[in-house]
């Protein structure tokens, strides 16, 4: 299990000429020295093109459903958006290879939805039962594709999941065979709006300070879609989708010695969104005329704020919106 454990970040940040946000702290961006990425010999998702899933759990608002697809359509599309984009930042996970030299898959599809709005399994999740919950979308209407298929449960804000705001925001695993009928990968993220929006959807929510902390509230970021709980989810999904995508089976790229509990390409850049960040810092980000702030744009005009992975090349964490 891959959990997305979400700090809360202080910001220092400063207007530049060209309309970026500069975090003026010392220009972290990860650090090779502390970090032992390796191979492990397992399979990435490698298919030329990846079948996605989604299983919406609970009941959705169309707008919101729309917002997070155009992110995913974004992935892939045949016509980029404008520079930099959800697709450039996507190329950063793709240099990532198994042992016969394949690259992550460039193309993701979005193939078939089920829409679960009867809570089949309850509005108490636990991460074993979300494979049930990819069970009775099968029987019910989706494919069980072994060959490239990755299925996307997202849960709405009513939903409660084991350890969600404690110790997760995400995570993503495989599926039994004895459950499900064959070994898949699978994401689940959630809904945090109602729950813990100042933890899963940070920075477009803060927490309330605790009398004597020390620690003062700073300006809350607008969601690049005007919405707190979709915004954060989108992050999440980028996240996990990173993850699962090169250590599908938790034996792909991660560091640790833990198989079970690794430190994966997106854990490496936790909280970081542009150049400058790291240590508790973001680092440098768009911000529009409507002021809300973004790092990359997706299609149809969208724009995301998404954490950025660890480039292998470059030994660093980085993204499409770097200044250097």
């Not at 016969?100 to 399994?121: C, R």
């Not at 996240?239 to 995508?245: D, G, K, M, Q, T």
């Not at 005329?289 to 005009?301: E, L, M, S």
Request: contains cysteine; proline residues 6%.
């Amino acid at each position: 299990m891959i959990p997305l454990i979400i700090f809360f970040f202080s910001l220092s940040l400063s207007l530049t000429s060209n309309g970026q946000f500069f975090d003026e702290s010392k220009n972290y961006e990860g650090s090779s020295d502390l970090v032992d990425l390796q191979y492990h010999m397992g399979p990435v998702i490698s298919s030329p093109v990846t079948s996605l899933y989604i299983i919406w759990y609970g009941r959705w608002n169309p707008t919101h459903q729309s917002i997070i697809r155009d992110f995913l359509y974004s992935i892939s599309s045949p016509t980029p958006a404008q520079y930099p984009s959800v697709s450039n930042w996507w190329k950063t996970v793709r240099l990532y290879r198994d042992q016969t030299g394949s690259n992550i898959t460039d193309t993701l599809v979005l193939s078939e939805e089920f829409h679960d709005s009867t809570y089949s399994h309850g509005s108490h999740l636990t991460r074993f039962s979300v494979q049930s919950v990819i069970r009775t979308a099968l029987t019910s209407k989706l494919p069980l594709n072994a060959v490239n298929g990755l299925y996307l449960v997202l849960t709405s804000d009513d939903v409660e999941m084991q350890e969600f705001c404690r110790a997760i925001c995400g995570f993503h695993y495989f599926t039994f065979p004895s459950v499900v009928g064959a070994t898949v990968p699978y994401v689940w993220v959630g809904n945090s709006r109602k729950q813990c929006p100042e933890i899963c959807a940070y920075p477009f929510a803060q927490p309330k300070p605790f009398p004597g902390s020390g620690f003062v509230a700073r300006e809350k970021m607008k969601p690049p879609n005007g919405e707190v709980g979709i915004d954060g989810m989108i992050s999440v999904i980028a996240h996990e989708l990173a993850e699962v995508s090169s250590n599908p089976m938790l034996n792909g790229w991660y560091g640790g010695e833990d198989a079970t509990a690794p430190t994966e390409i997106a854990d490496l850049c936790l909280g970081v969104y542009g150049s400058g960040g790291g240590g508790g810092y973001m680092g440098s980000v768009f911000k529009d005329r409507w002021r809300t702030v973004y790092n990359v744009k997706g299609v149809k005009g969208r724009k995301y704020l998404i954490q950025w992975v660890w480039d292998l090349n470059r030994n660093r964490c980085f993204g499409p919106n770097a200044m250097n």
